[in-house]
């Protein structure tokens, strides 16, 4: 229907927009949708007039405007995780000195939703909003961990498995496997998956069913997480998940 494909179009304009492209020109938004510039720029008039993106008056490029900013509340209110997970998050980063980011599934990426820790020295920047692969992370691996088998299924075919770096599982038996030691030991490791240099340690935060709503972890230099050091956030970034978990529950939160 020629009203569904409207609605679609305007989707894929509005996806456009990342947290590392946040502002586009017309030219940018019909290049990144291989659409013409006319029927783009009708897309992004039309959204303009309803507040959804907007033109910044001094770059006088396209971003997204207020009105997706009042609908992300909207979602994050319906469960307020950072609100809850917070407090948890920033005591694990003043015991261990690392970094602890949060996270949700979004099909075959997480979305970082809250990052705790000051003064630590990465090589990677990540920002709250901001996107990687699941397969390729070990927050990832703990979600992907969560989902039924269809769901699972639906979400490897979505594309082929990227490598990013030696160490990127790269082959869908392989990662597969690893998501069934993932369930059975409660926690995921990535190893330089996605960036040389940098590990990380994930657990699974459940809601009131049970059910994995997101992932918490711990992100640290490669040169700093020798085995007596692994052992130690491993079992604090349980421990933490854990405690995260019985407040959803106690609160009534998550699925």
Known sequence: MKVLSSVKNALKVLDAFSADQPELTLTEVSRLLDSHKSSVFRILTTLASEGFVEKNPVSNKYRLGLKVLDLANRV??????????GPYMEELARN?????HLSILDKNEIVYLEKKGEGQVLTVATKVGGRNPAHASAM??????GLS???LDNVLAMEPLAGFTPNTITEIPELIEELEKTRRRGFAIDN?????????????IRGRGGGIV???SVTVPTQRMGQERMDQITKQIKETAHLISERMRMTGLGA
Do not use: H, N
Request: proline letters at 5%; one cysteine or more.
């Open 192 to 204: 330089e998956e996605t960036f040389p240099g940098i590990r990380c340690v994930a657990a699974p």
């Open 140 to 145: 990832g691996k703990v979600l992907l961990s």
């Open 214 to 216: 997101a992932a918490i």
């Open 96 to 100: 261990l000195g690392e970094i602890i």
């Open 149 to 151: 088998q269809g769901e």
């Open 76 to 85: 994050m209110g319906r469960y307020d995780l950072r609100d809850l997970a």
